[in-house]
C-alpha cells in the first residue's frame, strides 16, 4: 500500500498540470452544489421556522355578544391542529394596527367607528403546518356558525412552497450535471495520465503484474484528487459564508434571519462523495484502457 501511495504521489507531482486542473474543476463542482445544498439547508431550517409562525385569523360576525366568547374559544381550541386561540377585540386590532402603520396612524383619526371585526389569533401545531391541513382547518372553522371569515395567507403560502420545490429540483439537476462532469474530467486526466505510462503498464503486464498491481496506484491518485478538489471546495464555501454571515449579521437582526453553516457530518459526508467521483473518474477510465 505504502509503494502504491508513493506512486500515486509521483505520478500527481509528475503531471502537476493536469492534476491541477483536474483539482480545480473538482473543487469547482463541489463549491457549486455544496452552496445549493446550503441554500437548501436554510431555506428548509426558514421555512420550518416560517410554518411555525403561522397564525390563522378568524372574524366574528358582528352580532356576537362577549358572553359567548369563552364557548367560541372552546370550540375553536378543540379543532385538530390548534394549539391555542387567543381572543382580540377590535379595540385591541385597532391599537395593533396604529402601531403598525405608524406615521400613517393620522389616517385613522377620520374614522367615526371602528370598521375592524373581534376575531381569535389561532395559533397551530408543529403538525399542522402544512398547506393543506392549514387549508382543512380553515374549512372546519368557516363550518362554525359564529365564525364570519378567516385569513391565513393561503396564497402565499402556496406560491412560497411551490417557488421553494422548483429550486428544489433545479437545484437537483444541476448538481447531477456537475457530478457527471466532474467524473468525466477525472477521467481524462486520468486517461492521460494512463497513455503517458502506457509502454510502463505493458512492460509490468509481460512480467506478470496482475491488473490490480497496475490500477491500485491510479485509484489512490483518483482518491486524493478527490479528497483536495472536495477540501478545497468546503474551504472556500466556508470563506464565502463566513462574509455573507457577518455581514447579514450586521445589517439585520440575528433573531429575523440566522443562517448555519454544515455540520462536520455532512462535511465529512461531502468530502466522501468528492473522493467518490475521483474514483469512478478513475474506474471509467481503467476499464476503458484495460479493455483495449
Known amino acids: 500500500m505504502i509503494l502504491f501511495f508513493k506512486r500515486a504521489i509521483y505520478d500527481i507531482r509528475t503531471n502537476r498540470f493536469l492534476n491541477a486542473v483536474t483539482i480545480i474543476t473538482i473543487s469547482l463542482s463541489i463549491l457549486i452544489v455544496s452552496s445549493l445544498v446550503l441554500f437548501f439547508v436554510n431555506a428548509n431550517d426558514y421555512m420550518n421556522s416560517w410554518?411555525?409562525?403561522?397564525?390563522?385569523?378568524?372574524?366574528?360576525?358582528?352580532?356576537?355578544?362577549?358572553?359567548?366568547?369563552?364557548?367560541i374559544k372552546s370550540k375553536i381550541q378543540g379543532l385538530y391542529g390548534?394549539?391555542?386561540?387567543?381572543?382580540?377585540?377590535?379595540e385591541e386590532a385597532m391599537k395593533r394596527l396604529r402601531e403598525q402603520i405608524k406615521r400613517q396612524s393620522s389616517l385613522l383619526d377620520g374614522l367615526n367607528e371602528n370598521p375592524l371585526p373581534d376575531a381569535f389569533e389561532i395559533r397551530l401545531t408543529g403538525q399542522s403546518s402544512n398547506s393543506e391541513k392549514i387549508e382543512n382547518l380553515a374549512v372546519q372553522l368557516e363550518s362554525l356558525p359564529e365564525i364570519d371569515d378567516v385569513e391565513y395567507g393561503q396564497r402565499w403560502i402556496g406560491r412560497f412552497v411551490k417557488v421553494f420545490e422548483l429550486f428544489r429540483l433545479t437545484g437537483y439537476a444541476m448538481s447531477g450535471i456537475f457530478f457527471i462532469a466532474a467524473v468525466f474530467i477525472v477521467a481524462n486526466t486520468i486517461r492521460l495520465v494512463i497513455y503517458s505510462r502506457r509502454e510502463e503498464i505493458e512492460i509490468m503486464r509481460l512480467i506478470g503484474a496482475s491488473d490490480r498491481f497496475i490500477k491500485a496506484p491510479f485509484y489512490i491518485e483518483g482518491i486524493i484528487q478527490g479528497a483536495l478538489g472536495g477540501i478545497i471546495g468546503l474551504a472556500a464555501l466556508f470563506?464565502?459564508?463566513?462574509?455573507?454571515?457577518?455581514?447579514?449579521?450586521?445589517?439585520?437582526?440575528?433573531?429575523?434571519?440566522?443562517?448555519?453553516?454544515?455540520?462536520?457530518?455532512?462535511?465529512?459526508?461531502?468530502?466522501?462523495?468528492?473522493?467518490?467521483?475521483?474514483?469512478?473518474?478513475?474506474?471509467?477510465?481503467?476499464?476503458?484502457?484495460?479493455?483495449?
Open 51 to 71: 410554518k411555525k409562525g403561522i397564525k390563522i385569523i378568524a372574524y366574528l360576525k358582528p352580532d356576537i355578544g362577549k358572553a359567548n366568547l369563552v364557548d
Open 82 to 90: 390548534v394549539a391555542e386561540a387567543e381572543f382580540i377585540s377590535k
Open 239 to 292: 470563506a464565502a459564508f463566513f462574509y455573507i454571515s457577518t455581514s447579514v449579521e450586521h445589517g439585520l437582526s440575528s433573531d429575523l434571519l440566522h443562517i448555519r453553516f454544515f455540520p462536520l457530518r455532512l462535511s465529512i459526508t461531502i468530502i466522501l462523495c468528492s473522493m467518490l467521483v475521483g474514483w469512478l473518474g478513475c474506474f471509467i477510465s481503467l476499464r476503458q484502457f484495460l479493455k483495449e
